[in-house]
Every structure is written in C-alpha cells, then in structure tokens.
Nanobody, 114 residues
C-alpha cells in the first residue's frame, strides 16, 4: 500500500523558515521522481519543486532561491526546506509522485502570517 505522509507544517512569521518532510512507504522511493505541490484557498494546486532519481531539481519561479528540495533514499523521505517565507506561501503542501497515476499525501498546512 502506497503511503505518503507529510509533516513539518505550521504557523510562521513572514521571513521565517520551515522544513517539510514526506515519509514514504509502499513504493521504490529511490526509483521515483518526487514532487512538492501546494494549494492555496480558492486556487488550483500548483507544482512547487521536483527532484529526480539522480538528484536533479526543478523549482517554480515563485520559490527559486528560497526553497530547496532534497531526498534521502536511505530513509525513503523527501524534504522541502523553506526560507524567507512570504504570506503568499500560505497553502497546504502536498508530497506527490507519478506511477501509472498520480499519488498524493494528505498534505500539511503552512501558514505565513504575523
């Protein structure tokens, strides 16, 4: 059974930092490109960052230079380090991968507010 479990969200002030984690089970983690998406209230879900099997990364323009995606294949876990957070980063952040269909975690809420 595939499981993607996000954690690390919370309330942070503008300019603050958070580190999200995505623990996986039921998949061959090291053989899959992994992604972070987010969805803000009233908006469509959007890609934040992606990391390939080989460790290559891609970022949405709105997070470049502020967010860093990484993976630990030994722990079957993906991370998203977020710095210089802005109120517009407020959203539910989802871990995801694609294998004959897209799989999603349950999401973790990130709220950036003073």
């Amino acid at each position: 059974q595939v499981r993607l479990v996000e954690s690390g969200g919370g309330l942070v002030q503008p300019g603050g930092s958070l580190r999200l984690s995505c623990a996986t089970s039921g998949i061959i983690f090291s053989a899959n490109t992994m992604s972070w998406y987010r969805q803000a209230p009233g908006k469509e879900r959007e890609l934040v960052a992606r990391i390939t099997v080989g460790g290559s990364t891609n970022y949405a323009d709105f997070v470049k230079g502020r967010f860093t995606i990484s993976r630990d294949n030994a722990k079957n876990t993906m991370y998203l380090q977020m710095i210089s957070l802005k109120p517009e980063d407020t959203a539910v952040y989802y871990c995801s991968y694609y294998s004959s269909g897209r799989y999603w975690g349950q999401g973790t809420q990130v709220t950036v507010s003073s």
